[in-house]
Every structure is written in C-alpha cells, then in structure tokens.
C-alpha cells in the first residue's frame, strides 16, 4: 500500500532541488499535495506533472518569510482538503560569510527564510494538527547545523537552531499525536549547490573538498533525500518524534 495513502501534506520551496523531489515522492505514495514557491511557473508545471499522473495535487504562491501568506496556505489547504496531515518545511536560502565579514542584512534575511520559516509553519498548521488529533511535521536541516564548514555563519546558525526547535517542538506536541522530526542532509546535487560552485573562486577545487568530505565519495540526490521524508511523513515512522536524522554520506562522521 502506498505510504501516505489519503494524507493530506504540505510542502514548501517545492519547486526545485530536494522539495521538487519530496513533492513528487509524496505524491506517488499516495498523497494529496499542497505545494508552494515562489516560482510560480514551476510550481504550476509541478502540480500539472502530478496531475497528468494521475496524482493530486494544488500549488499555491507563498513566501516563507510572510507570516500570512503561511498562515494563507495552511488555511487554503484545510479549506480545501479539510485538514493537514504532514508539513515538510523546506524552503531555503544559502549566503556565505563568517561572522566577521557577513552584513546584518544577510544574517537577517538567512534566519528568517531559513529558521523563522520554520517557526511559522508550526504555529500556523499546528493548531489544525491538535483540533483533528495528530500530524507529522518534517523540518529540512543541514549537516551544517552539526558540522562547520569554512565561511557559514548564518547558514549553520539556523540549521543548528531547527534541529533544537524541533526537538522543544516535539516535547511540546507529542500529547496531542503530533510528530516533529529534521533531516539532515550532506551535500546534495541540487541547484543551489550548483550556484554556490559557480560562484566560488575556484568552483572546481570547492567540489572536490566538499566531494572529500563524504565518507560514501559522492554527493546525494534530491529523490535520496526524498526517500527519508516521506518515511517520517508515513505512519511507519509513528514511533519517531524529535529526530535528527542524518542523510549524510557520512559527512559527520568523517574526521579526516
């Protein structure tokens, strides 16, 4: 039977990279998808793709740095779905700099796209989750909120401080059925990625580090990534709350 059969499951920064890929997999295990970007374009092909497969699918606009266009997509859904069964908040931005060198501004802007989204997510769909008697909530880390790499403040600030505040948010939820897990990649070959390669002094060199890095000797794939949220989405995960999970390759536990 397919994983997420009947469920009802939210997911941002859909439109590329690992959300591309957790929308797709949610949706062929079964779930109705509410997906949302920025790239509207995108987005639309997406929930075009699932559709024209047979799956169900609805993208919305929405910027996670908006209070009320989260709190607009998680009453849409509920409207239209009648309730939320999974969130997948993913969404994210990635700006270098050491705590020297990196500007106010952009230490604003990463936390709040990349941390304060979080937050925003819960408290919106949260509520929904106890008044209909549970849900899962997967949070999109980083091995970089457990391991450092040169020049990323900001990034491995916020990535730190998910994986904290879902482990209080899952202290907080369980009595009302509800599971809250991160997931914590290494590397993984996805666009932005691809832009922080081209934008190196040497994108090359930087690969072959990060490359380096992973015990397994490669980077992961976004549907790899894809794989494990939907099992925590699942209800083959209900025994599972305020993880951390690494999807790693080994990076964190490389010393070399």
């Known amino acids: 039977m397919a994983q997420l059969k009947d469920k009802i499951a939210v997911i941002t920064g859909a439109a590329g990279g690992i959300g591309h890929a957790a929308t797709l997999a949610m949706a062929r295990e079964g779930a109705t998808v509410v997906l949302s970007d920025l790239n509207d374009d995108a987005g639309h092909q997406i929930e075009q793709e699932i559709r024209a497969s047979g799956g169900q699918a609805f993208y919305r606009h929405a910027n996670v740095a908006s209070t009320s266009d989260i709190e607009a997509l998680v009453n849409f859904t509920v409207e239209q ?16 700099g050491t705590v020297a060198d990196i500007t106010e501004e952009k230490w604003n802007k990463v936390l709040d796209i990349n941390l304060t ?19 899962s909530i997967v949070n999109m880390s980083s091995a970089q909120g457990l391991v450092g790499f040169s020049g990323w403040s900001a990034y491995a600030a916020a990535k730190g401080a998910i994986n904290a505040l879902t482990r209080q948010a899952a202290v907080d939820y369980s009595k009302y059925n509800i599971r809250i897990n991160a997931v914590a990649p290494g590397t993984i070959n996805t666009a932005m990625n691809v832009r922080i390669y081209a934008e190196a002094e040497d994108g090359e060199a930087l690969k072959r580090y990060w490359v380096s890095r992973h015990v397994a000797g490669r980077f992961g794939e976004p549907e790899e990534v894809a794989g494990l949220i939907v099992f925590l989405a699942s209800d083959a995960a209900s025994f599972i709350t305020g993880e951390v999970i690494r999807i790693d390759g080994g990076l964190v536990i490389n010393g070399g």
């Open 81 to 96: 779905c009648g309730r939320i069964d999974v969130l997948v908040n993913n969404a994210a931005i990635a700006i270098p």
């Open 117 to 135: 989204s979080v937050w925003r997510g819960m408290h919106c769909a949260i509520p929904h989750m106890m008044r209909q008697g549970g849900g």
